[in-house]
Protein backbone atom coordinates (compact mmCIF):
# COMPACT_ATOMS: atom_id res chain seq x y z
CA UNK A 1 0.00 0.00 0.00
CA UNK A 2 1.60 3.49 -0.83
CA UNK A 3 0.30 7.01 -0.25
CA UNK A 4 -0.04 9.37 -2.73
CA UNK A 5 3.58 10.29 -2.47
CA UNK A 6 2.57 14.26 -4.18
CA UNK A 7 1.47 14.94 -0.87
CA UNK A 8 5.11 14.81 0.51
CA UNK A 9 5.74 17.74 -1.94
CA UNK A 10 3.20 20.26 -0.03
CA UNK A 11 4.23 22.58 2.30
CA UNK A 12 3.47 21.16 6.27
CA UNK A 13 0.28 22.50 6.86
CA UNK A 14 -2.55 24.64 5.38
CA UNK A 15 -1.53 28.51 5.15
CA UNK A 16 -4.54 29.20 7.51
CA UNK A 17 -4.26 26.42 9.69
CA UNK A 18 -0.93 27.26 10.25
CA UNK A 19 -1.59 30.92 11.15
CA UNK A 20 -4.74 29.67 13.58
CA UNK A 21 -2.04 27.11 15.19
CA UNK A 22 0.66 30.58 15.71
CA UNK A 23 -1.95 32.61 17.31
CA UNK A 24 -3.39 29.69 19.48
CA UNK A 25 0.56 29.35 20.74
CA UNK A 26 0.89 32.73 21.22
CA UNK A 27 -2.51 33.04 23.20
CA UNK A 28 -1.28 30.08 25.23
CA UNK A 29 1.86 31.92 26.35
CA UNK A 30 -0.07 35.29 26.56
CA UNK A 31 -3.70 34.39 28.01
CA UNK A 32 -6.06 37.19 27.67
CA UNK A 33 -3.99 38.85 25.14
CA UNK A 34 -6.47 41.05 23.46
CA UNK A 35 -6.21 39.90 19.99
CA UNK A 36 -8.31 40.93 16.56
CA UNK A 37 -8.22 38.43 14.33
CA UNK A 38 -7.59 39.83 10.70
CA UNK A 39 -6.12 36.47 9.01
CA UNK A 40 -8.53 33.99 7.40
CA UNK A 41 -11.11 35.83 5.73
CA UNK A 42 -13.65 35.03 7.89
CA UNK A 43 -17.07 36.98 7.72
CA UNK A 44 -18.52 38.18 11.20
CA UNK A 45 -21.61 39.59 10.88
CA UNK A 46 -24.29 37.03 10.90
CA UNK A 47 -26.43 35.87 8.52
CA UNK A 48 -28.90 37.85 6.39
CA UNK A 49 -32.22 38.29 8.11
CA UNK A 50 -34.27 36.96 4.56
CA UNK A 51 -31.70 34.36 4.57
CA UNK A 52 -32.29 32.84 8.18
CA UNK A 53 -36.21 33.53 7.27
CA UNK A 54 -35.96 31.40 4.23
CA UNK A 55 -34.36 28.54 5.94
CA UNK A 56 -36.27 28.36 9.02
CA UNK A 57 -39.27 28.14 6.68
CA UNK A 58 -37.56 25.19 5.00
CA UNK A 59 -36.60 23.72 7.96
CA UNK A 60 -40.33 23.82 9.12
CA UNK A 61 -41.15 22.28 5.50
CA UNK A 62 -38.82 19.28 5.98
CA UNK A 63 -40.71 18.37 8.89
CA UNK A 64 -43.59 17.80 6.82
CA UNK A 65 -44.48 15.23 5.13
CA UNK A 66 -46.44 16.53 2.40
CA UNK A 67 -43.28 19.08 1.61
CA UNK A 68 -40.33 17.10 2.70
CA UNK A 69 -37.36 16.67 0.32
CA UNK A 70 -34.76 13.61 0.33
CA UNK A 71 -31.72 13.81 -2.19
CA UNK A 72 -31.58 16.67 -3.91
CA UNK A 73 -30.98 17.37 -7.88
CA UNK A 74 -26.57 16.94 -7.99
CA UNK A 75 -26.64 19.98 -9.92
CA UNK A 76 -29.33 22.19 -7.19
CA UNK A 77 -32.34 22.83 -7.39
CA UNK A 78 -33.49 24.86 -10.14
CA UNK A 79 -35.38 27.35 -7.70
CA UNK A 80 -31.51 28.59 -6.85
CA UNK A 81 -30.44 28.10 -10.47
CA UNK A 82 -32.74 30.07 -11.82
CA UNK A 83 -32.65 33.12 -9.22
CA UNK A 84 -28.79 32.87 -10.19
CA UNK A 85 -28.89 32.74 -13.77
CA UNK A 86 -31.64 36.02 -13.36
CA UNK A 87 -28.70 37.72 -11.42
CA UNK A 88 -25.98 36.96 -14.46
CA UNK A 89 -28.97 38.46 -16.71
CA UNK A 90 -28.00 41.65 -14.54
CA UNK A 91 -24.53 42.34 -15.90
CA UNK A 92 -25.68 41.00 -19.49
CA UNK A 93 -24.21 37.50 -19.23
CA UNK A 94 -26.88 34.66 -20.69
CA UNK A 95 -26.12 31.63 -18.49
CA UNK A 96 -29.28 28.90 -18.61
CA UNK A 97 -30.03 26.78 -15.32
CA UNK A 98 -28.42 23.49 -17.09
CA UNK A 99 -24.70 25.36 -16.80
CA UNK A 100 -25.15 26.10 -13.39
CA UNK A 101 -24.48 23.47 -10.54
CA UNK A 102 -24.69 24.31 -6.72
CA UNK A 103 -22.36 23.15 -4.27
CA UNK A 104 -21.14 23.15 -1.08
CA UNK A 105 -18.47 26.34 -1.72
CA UNK A 106 -16.04 27.60 -4.25
CA UNK A 107 -13.17 26.33 -2.52
CA UNK A 108 -14.61 22.70 -3.24
CA UNK A 109 -15.35 23.17 -6.40
CA UNK A 110 -12.22 24.98 -7.60
CA UNK A 111 -10.38 22.18 -6.31
CA UNK A 112 -12.66 19.48 -7.21
CA UNK A 113 -12.89 20.37 -11.06
CA UNK A 114 -9.48 19.01 -11.15
CA UNK A 115 -10.43 15.73 -11.20
CA UNK A 116 -12.10 15.57 -15.07
CA UNK A 117 -8.87 16.70 -15.87
CA UNK A 118 -6.00 15.10 -16.69
CA UNK A 119 -2.48 15.21 -14.53
CA UNK A 120 -0.61 15.60 -17.83
CA UNK A 121 -1.67 19.23 -18.13
CA UNK A 122 0.38 22.17 -17.65
CA UNK A 123 -1.08 24.68 -15.31
CA UNK A 124 -0.64 28.30 -15.12
CA UNK A 125 -1.00 30.10 -11.57
CA UNK A 126 -0.57 33.76 -10.80
CA UNK A 127 1.92 34.42 -7.91
CA UNK A 128 0.67 35.21 -4.94
CA UNK A 129 -2.33 33.35 -5.21
CA UNK A 130 -4.90 31.65 -3.19
CA UNK A 131 -2.90 28.44 -2.11
CA UNK A 132 -6.01 26.02 -2.85
CA UNK A 133 -5.08 26.50 -6.63
CA UNK A 134 -1.43 25.51 -6.23
CA UNK A 135 -2.06 22.88 -3.55
CA UNK A 136 -5.04 20.96 -5.09
CA UNK A 137 -2.43 20.43 -8.54
CA UNK A 138 0.30 19.45 -6.42
CA UNK A 139 -1.81 16.28 -4.83
CA UNK A 140 -2.47 15.84 -8.50
CA UNK A 141 1.35 15.63 -9.59
CA UNK A 142 0.54 18.42 -12.23
CA UNK A 143 3.46 20.19 -13.57
CA UNK A 144 2.78 24.50 -12.37
CA UNK A 145 4.10 27.61 -14.54
CA UNK A 146 4.07 30.40 -12.09
CA UNK A 147 3.18 34.00 -13.88
CA UNK A 148 4.02 36.79 -11.47
CA UNK A 149 1.76 39.48 -10.03
CA UNK A 150 3.68 42.69 -8.83
CA UNK A 151 3.22 46.15 -8.49
CA UNK A 152 5.01 46.43 -12.31
CA UNK A 153 1.71 45.25 -13.29
CA UNK A 154 -0.79 45.99 -10.90
CA UNK A 155 -1.29 42.93 -9.71
CA UNK A 156 -3.08 41.98 -12.96
CA UNK A 157 -0.29 40.17 -15.20
CA UNK A 158 -1.49 39.74 -18.82
CA UNK A 159 -0.62 36.21 -20.68
CA UNK A 160 2.52 35.19 -22.27
CA UNK A 161 1.96 33.39 -25.39
CA UNK A 162 5.31 31.68 -25.51
CA UNK A 163 4.01 30.17 -22.64
CA UNK A 164 1.90 27.02 -22.75
CA UNK A 165 -0.51 26.02 -20.36
CA UNK A 166 -3.62 24.10 -20.28
CA UNK A 167 -5.60 25.07 -17.20
CA UNK A 168 -5.22 29.00 -16.45
CA UNK A 169 -6.36 30.28 -12.60
CA UNK A 170 -7.76 33.86 -12.46
CA UNK A 171 -9.42 35.12 -9.49
CA UNK A 172 -10.57 38.53 -9.84
CA UNK A 173 -11.32 40.87 -7.36
CA UNK A 174 -8.30 38.90 -6.33
CA UNK A 175 -7.25 37.09 -3.18
CA UNK A 176 -4.75 38.47 -1.81
CA UNK A 177 -3.99 41.39 -3.40
CA UNK A 178 -7.23 42.79 -3.77
CA UNK A 179 -6.45 43.97 -7.67
CA UNK A 180 -9.21 43.94 -10.41
CA UNK A 181 -8.82 42.82 -13.84
CA UNK A 182 -10.46 45.68 -16.27
CA UNK A 183 -12.39 44.15 -19.15
CA UNK A 184 -9.77 44.67 -21.44
CA UNK A 185 -7.39 42.54 -18.98
CA UNK A 186 -9.40 39.96 -19.03
CA UNK A 187 -10.22 40.04 -23.47
CA UNK A 188 -6.46 39.51 -23.09
CA UNK A 189 -6.83 35.90 -21.23
CA UNK A 190 -9.47 34.74 -22.88
CA UNK A 191 -8.01 35.46 -26.04
CA UNK A 192 -4.84 33.44 -25.07
CA UNK A 193 -6.98 31.05 -23.66
CA UNK A 194 -9.04 30.03 -26.81
CA UNK A 195 -6.19 30.59 -28.97
CA UNK A 196 -4.42 27.23 -26.97
CA UNK A 197 -7.46 25.56 -26.41
CA UNK A 198 -6.94 25.85 -22.46
CA UNK A 199 -9.64 26.19 -20.03
CA UNK A 200 -9.29 29.13 -17.71
CA UNK A 201 -10.87 28.80 -14.20
CA UNK A 202 -12.14 31.98 -13.28
CA UNK A 203 -12.53 32.54 -9.60
CA UNK A 204 -15.21 35.20 -8.47
CA UNK A 205 -16.25 34.77 -5.17
CA UNK A 206 -15.76 38.27 -4.44
CA UNK A 207 -17.59 39.74 -7.40
CA UNK A 208 -19.88 41.12 -4.98
CA UNK A 209 -17.34 43.07 -3.37
CA UNK A 210 -16.69 45.25 -6.94
CA UNK A 211 -18.14 49.22 -6.77
CA UNK A 212 -16.54 50.45 -9.84
CA UNK A 213 -19.34 50.31 -12.47
CA UNK A 214 -16.60 49.24 -15.17
CA UNK A 215 -15.01 46.36 -13.95
CA UNK A 216 -16.45 42.99 -14.80
CA UNK A 217 -18.15 40.72 -12.35
CA UNK A 218 -17.83 37.52 -14.65
CA UNK A 219 -15.51 36.82 -16.91
CA UNK A 220 -18.52 35.45 -18.98
CA UNK A 221 -18.96 39.31 -19.90
CA UNK A 222 -15.90 38.93 -21.76
CA UNK A 223 -16.53 37.64 -25.79
CA UNK A 224 -14.98 34.71 -26.26
CA UNK A 225 -15.63 33.50 -22.54
CA UNK A 226 -17.68 30.82 -23.14
CA UNK A 227 -15.80 28.71 -25.20
CA UNK A 228 -12.95 28.66 -23.04
CA UNK A 229 -13.85 29.32 -19.07
CA UNK A 230 -15.18 28.00 -16.26
CA UNK A 231 -16.90 30.24 -13.24
CA UNK A 232 -16.73 29.42 -9.30
CA UNK A 233 -19.07 31.96 -7.39
CA UNK A 234 -19.65 31.71 -3.45
CA UNK A 235 -22.38 33.18 -0.63
CA UNK A 236 -19.51 32.60 1.61
CA UNK A 237 -18.24 36.44 1.31
CA UNK A 238 -21.02 37.57 -0.19
CA UNK A 239 -23.78 36.63 1.96
CA UNK A 240 -22.01 35.39 4.96
CA UNK A 241 -22.21 31.78 4.36
CA UNK A 242 -18.89 30.88 5.51
CA UNK A 243 -20.08 28.33 7.99
CA UNK A 244 -22.89 27.95 6.07
CA UNK A 245 -21.69 26.82 2.67
CA UNK A 246 -23.30 27.31 -0.22
CA UNK A 247 -22.01 28.11 -3.84
CA UNK A 248 -22.19 27.85 -7.94
CA UNK A 249 -20.15 26.93 -10.56
CA UNK A 250 -20.72 27.96 -14.33
CA UNK A 251 -19.39 25.75 -17.42
CA UNK A 252 -20.85 27.12 -20.19
CA UNK A 253 -22.59 24.28 -23.16
CA UNK A 254 -20.16 25.78 -25.85
CA UNK A 255 -17.40 24.44 -23.34
CA UNK A 256 -16.24 21.38 -25.06
CA UNK A 257 -12.66 19.29 -25.47
CA UNK A 258 -12.20 16.44 -26.65
CA UNK A 259 -15.33 16.44 -28.52
CA UNK A 260 -16.74 16.36 -24.71
CA UNK A 261 -18.92 18.89 -23.27
CA UNK A 262 -16.89 19.91 -19.85
CA UNK A 263 -20.35 20.74 -18.19
CA UNK A 264 -21.51 16.95 -18.48
CA UNK A 265 -18.14 15.93 -17.30
CA UNK A 266 -18.57 17.71 -14.13
CA UNK A 267 -21.95 16.70 -13.35
CA UNK A 268 -21.15 13.26 -14.01
CA UNK A 269 -18.24 13.53 -11.35
CA UNK A 270 -20.93 15.65 -8.71
CA UNK A 271 -23.45 12.92 -9.14
CA UNK A 272 -20.25 10.27 -8.31
CA UNK A 273 -18.73 12.28 -5.74
CA UNK A 274 -21.75 14.42 -4.02
CA UNK A 275 -25.32 14.36 -2.64
CA UNK A 276 -25.76 17.78 -3.48
CA UNK A 277 -26.14 20.76 -0.89
CA UNK A 278 -28.52 20.51 1.73
CA UNK A 279 -32.34 22.05 0.52
CA UNK A 280 -32.17 24.18 3.57
CA UNK A 281 -29.14 26.13 2.53
CA UNK A 282 -30.49 26.36 -0.90
CA UNK A 283 -33.13 28.37 0.24
CA UNK A 284 -30.85 30.57 2.49
CA UNK A 285 -28.96 31.28 -0.49
CA UNK A 286 -32.47 31.73 -2.81
CA UNK A 287 -33.53 34.46 -0.32
CA UNK A 288 -29.85 36.14 -0.96
CA UNK A 289 -31.58 37.62 -4.72
CA UNK A 290 -34.66 38.43 -3.27
CA UNK A 291 -35.15 42.29 -3.16
CA UNK A 292 -34.82 42.07 1.07
CA UNK A 293 -32.15 39.79 0.82
CA UNK A 294 -30.08 42.26 -2.21
CA UNK A 295 -30.50 45.24 0.46
CA UNK A 296 -29.60 43.01 3.64
CA UNK A 297 -26.15 42.06 2.04
CA UNK A 298 -25.31 45.07 0.64
CA UNK A 299 -25.27 46.41 4.39
CA UNK A 300 -23.10 44.21 5.12
CA UNK A 301 -20.54 44.55 2.24
CA UNK A 302 -21.08 47.95 2.68
CA UNK A 303 -19.77 47.44 6.50
CA UNK A 304 -16.71 45.56 5.34
CA UNK A 305 -16.04 48.34 3.16
CA UNK A 306 -16.60 50.82 5.53
CA UNK A 307 -13.83 48.36 7.84
CA UNK A 308 -10.95 48.12 4.96
CA UNK A 309 -11.34 52.19 4.56
CA UNK A 310 -10.44 52.54 8.12
CA UNK A 311 -7.89 50.16 7.87
CA UNK A 312 -6.36 52.31 4.45
CA UNK A 313 -6.57 55.34 6.37
CA UNK A 314 -4.86 54.24 9.03
CA UNK A 315 -2.29 52.55 6.75
CA UNK A 316 -2.34 56.02 4.65
CA UNK A 317 -1.42 58.00 7.95
CA UNK A 318 1.59 55.93 8.37
CA UNK A 319 2.80 56.31 5.07
CA UNK A 320 2.56 52.56 4.31
CA UNK A 321 1.77 51.51 1.02
CA UNK A 322 -1.00 49.05 0.59
CA UNK A 323 -3.25 47.87 -2.38
CA UNK A 324 -6.83 46.60 -2.77
CA UNK A 325 -9.03 47.07 -0.36
CA UNK A 326 -11.38 49.50 -2.73
CA UNK A 327 -13.14 46.43 -5.09
CA UNK A 328 -11.86 43.65 -2.37
CA UNK A 329 -12.20 43.01 1.28
CA UNK A 330 -8.46 42.62 1.39
CA UNK A 331 -5.76 45.42 2.32
CA UNK A 332 -2.58 44.55 0.65
CA UNK A 333 -0.33 46.09 2.32
CA UNK A 334 3.27 46.46 1.74
CA UNK A 335 5.51 45.80 5.51
CA UNK A 336 7.02 48.80 6.44
CA UNK A 337 11.55 48.95 7.13
CA UNK A 338 11.52 46.14 3.88
CA UNK A 339 10.51 43.79 7.00
CA UNK A 340 10.00 39.90 5.13
CA UNK A 341 6.29 38.97 5.60
CA UNK A 342 6.23 36.74 8.60
CA UNK A 343 8.98 38.87 10.75
CA UNK A 344 5.94 41.81 10.04
CA UNK A 345 3.18 38.64 10.82
CA UNK A 346 5.10 38.25 14.32
CA UNK A 347 5.47 41.90 14.72
CA UNK A 348 2.31 42.89 14.23
CA UNK A 349 1.14 39.90 16.91
CA UNK A 350 3.51 40.50 19.52
CA UNK A 351 3.17 44.68 19.62
CA UNK A 352 0.26 45.54 17.96
CA UNK A 353 -2.64 41.84 18.90
CA UNK A 354 -3.48 41.85 15.09
CA UNK A 355 -3.21 38.71 13.14
CA UNK A 356 -2.48 39.24 9.94
CA UNK A 357 -1.84 36.70 7.03
CA UNK A 358 1.98 36.59 5.58
CA UNK A 359 2.10 37.79 1.91
CA UNK A 360 4.75 34.83 1.13
CA UNK A 361 1.85 32.34 2.52
CA UNK A 362 0.40 33.24 -1.08
CA UNK A 363 3.64 32.79 -3.12
CA UNK A 364 7.07 34.32 -3.95
CA UNK A 365 5.76 37.49 -5.20
CA UNK A 366 3.97 38.17 -1.45
CA UNK A 367 7.37 38.14 0.16
CA UNK A 368 7.81 41.44 1.84
CA UNK A 369 3.36 42.09 1.89
CA UNK A 370 1.31 41.36 4.30
CA UNK A 371 -2.96 40.85 4.22
CA UNK A 372 -5.46 41.95 6.58
CA UNK A 373 -8.82 41.74 6.35
CA UNK A 374 -12.19 43.96 6.67
CA UNK A 375 -14.50 41.01 7.37
CA UNK A 376 -14.02 41.80 11.55
CA UNK A 377 -15.99 43.93 13.34
CA UNK A 378 -16.21 47.33 12.65
CA UNK A 379 -15.41 48.34 16.78
CA UNK A 380 -12.55 45.80 16.23
CA UNK A 381 -11.04 47.51 13.17
CA UNK A 382 -11.04 50.92 14.55
CA UNK A 383 -8.66 49.10 17.61
CA UNK A 384 -6.85 47.65 15.09
CA UNK A 385 -6.42 51.04 12.82
CA UNK A 386 -5.62 53.05 16.34
CA UNK A 387 -2.91 50.45 17.54
CA UNK A 388 -1.14 50.48 13.43
CA UNK A 389 -1.34 54.34 14.02
CA UNK A 390 0.37 54.09 17.67
CA UNK A 391 3.17 51.15 17.09
CA UNK A 392 4.06 51.36 14.23
C1 LIG B 1 -8.99 33.56 2.72
O1 LIG B 1 -8.82 34.09 3.80
O2 LIG B 1 -8.18 33.63 1.79
C2 LIG B 1 -10.27 32.81 2.50
O3 LIG B 1 -11.16 33.02 3.54
C3 LIG B 1 -10.02 31.39 2.41
C4 LIG B 1 -11.17 30.69 1.80
O4 LIG B 1 -12.10 31.31 1.26
O5 LIG B 1 -11.13 29.47 1.80
Redesign the pocket.
Same mark, same amino acid.
Given at each position: MKINGNFNKLQDSYL?FNIAQKTSEFLKKNPGAPIIKM $?? $??VTLPLPQACVDAMKKACDEMGVKETFRGYCDYEGYEFLRQAIADYYKEYGVDVSVDEIFVSD? *? /?SDVGNILDIFSDENTVLIPDPV #?P?YVDTNIMAGRKILYIDANESNGFTPEPDYNVKADIIYLCSPN??TGAVYDRAGLKKWVDYANAQDAVILFDA *?YEAFIEDKDLPHSIFEIEGAKTCAIEFC?F? /?TAGF =?GTRCGYTVIPKELVREGRKIGELWLRRQSTKYNGTAYIIQRGAEAVFTPEGRAQIKENIDYYKRNTAILSEALSAKGIQYFGGKNSP #?VWLKCPNNMKSWEFFDYLLTKCYIVG =?PGSGFGKNGEGFL?L =?GFGSYENTLIAAERIKNTL
Open positions: F $GI $GDG *A /K #YVNP *ASS /K =T #Y =TR =T
